[in-house]
């Protein structure tokens, strides 16, 4: 495959959709967003998004094929998102075949963080490995493996839900059912929540303002994020004893806070992964930033393609 080739990957949000035209060599021809309906009901984004593929098969007629980007569970087998968090009234709803209906080309749906792990892969920090996880520190946590290269999708297709990894058996209820998720810690607004308590400062609004202070010097700040890095950190240990991976990219919103955070997961892979272990592990940023969904997508697309 060469940039002759070129696939479609559409991100869908619950605040943008992101479409993207990429080349097999990682070239972006074509990237936008809209906002998504707020209505968020199925029909109403089934045809939105119809539209933007009709609208984009026009100008990009050779497409070999149309990646789309889900948040929730997604049925692999069915090709349905079974529910999602982003959009509660969407109970098995059929988007791929849905989209399918308007065009002659393989179709398929993965989840986002799927998507987001993905493009990481191909084009971002982890192009060159085998074997790389992707942690997205967002609302929620999300994760994807890719193992020999390829996508791990477990047996029903839910595979890689790395943020619920329980750091602590009896810790706080995370709501997924368990105990003590990386999530439950990492999530956007417990994160804020666990802040704007140990800062004393209910008025925090956005994990970027916990760095900011970091930045000029409160060392409540820095302790906070160093201490958030340390739980994270307790999670990649977990995850470095199950899969060897070559590389760990951290994505996501909070990834963005930088430095104390990254300190904080080096200190306990340090104090308690295998050494051989922890001696080799990249843990990287993400590269692609926030297209990275809609670029993962259209990775999607390209798979759907080269397998017809
Ligand atoms: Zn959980």
Redesign the pocket.
Known sequence: LTDQNYAIGIDLGGTFIKTAVVTANGNVLHKHQIDTPTTRKPDDIIKIMSNLVSELLEKYPQAIGIGIGSPGLVDKERNLIRESPNFPSWINVPLRQAIADHVHLPVFLENDVNCFGLAEHRWGAGEGTKYMLALALGTGVGGAVIIEGKLYRGCSGSAGELG?ISVDRNGPQ???G?LG?L??YLGNSWFLEAASEELSDPSLQSPVEVSERAKNGDRKAVQFLEGRGEILGSGCVSLMNIFDPEMIVIGGGLSKVGEPLFNGIWKIVRERAYASLAKKIKIVPAKLGTTAGALGAAAVGFEAGESQ
């Open positions: 619920h995370c709501l997924c368990n998720c999530e439950r």
